[in-house]
């Protein structure tokens, strides 16, 4: 690899989450190289989370349905003829797009790593990183490469408003996730709702249009379904955030909101929310799986709703005393 890469490819098709913790690795490989050019291969539901980046030059677009979209990307991605390529993916259809590209050199994870383990067999540097978090493990991949201007920040659009959010303070919560196992139960978020109501807060649950009928059924929350645009001009708005192992709690740590996190399964060190703006509860003794799981899994219902409310408050408590400190200042001026 030359020691200054004129073009970078980054891969990492999706999903939200994902894509959050890659954002710093490729702001660095920026940072570290301010005259490289660099694609990035991603799914194209996932390009609102790119749009407008300063660190990507190009969206190369991947559809992986539609056999003649995918002859025309591997075209796309051969003409470009990139000096460097990182799969942050670690899949099989990932290292082999990387293969594809024909980069000179393609760095990925290796196989102890890689989320399916064969695909380091198709890397030119297949790379062990020790994490644990996975902005970390992509931080470490590049660094690997050369790259040494690293940052953990994520720059995230400005997203735009969409739908009817409230005037006053509230929390912002998304109930689903990728799959079943990681949710807390939905019924729940009724009883929090009326904790934070006799608190003068709204609880706003943004939801897929799928599911605005389910959640819609619940008393005292107000229901929010938008686009990603949406969910980020929502996640900015609030006062606060609850949130699961989902694309939508990793964007509100990119954006340093503060919050509740509820885990199960799943191991915060590894995908928890990156950053120390967020307490993470989960409960005690529970195996970390990433199987995916149907129902919700058990230690996902021994979160108590008390659990949850009381390390809300604790929450906005810090949010009261900032608002308050923010007012003095505010007043003390308009007398200055």
Known sequence: MPESPESI????????????????????????????????LVSPKWAPLLEGNPAVSELIFFERGRVAELRRTWARLRQHRFDV????????????????????????????????????????????VKGPHRVERNLQLIAAAGAS??????????GRQEGRLPEGPFVLASPFAGWTGKEWPLE?????ARALNREGLELVL??????????????????????????????????????VDSGPLH???????????????????????????????RA???????????????????????????????VLEGWAAQASTAGVDAESNSHT
């Open 206 to 243: 943004n939801v897929p249009q799928s599911a605005v009928n389910e959640a819609s059924r619940l008393g005292n929350v107000r229901v929010h379904s938008s686009s990603i645009a949406g969910l980020i001009d929502a996640t900015r708005r609030a006062t606060a955030v609850l949130g």
């Open 149 to 158: 201007t690293l940052d953990a920040s994520a720059w995230i659009p400005p």
């Open 9 to 40: 490819l980054v891969i990492r098709l999706g999903a939200m989450g994902d894509i959050i913790h890659a954002l710093p690795a490729v702001a660095s490989l920026k940072a570290s190289w301010p005259q490289s050019k660099i694609s990035w």
């Open 284 to 314: 005690p003794g529970v195996e970390t799986t990433y199987k995916r799981h149907s129902q919700v899994h058990w230690s996902m219902r021994d979160i108590s709703v008390e659990q949850v409310t009381s390390a809300l408050e604790g």
């Open 251 to 281: 964007l509100a740590a990119a954006l340093g909101k503060r919050g509740v996190a509820l885990f199960g399964p799943t191991d915060p060190a590894l995908t928890g929310p990156f950053g120390n703006t967020f307490e993470v509860l």
């Open 188 to 192: 729940a978020y009724e009883q929090v």
């Open 85 to 128: 390529a990182f799969d942050f993916q670690g899949l099989l259809q990932s290292a082999l797009a990387g293969r594809a590209a024909h980069a000179k050199t393609l760095y990925g994870f290796s196989s102890a790593v890689a989320r399916e383990s064969h695909a380091a067999w198709f890397y030119h540097r297949a790379i062990d």
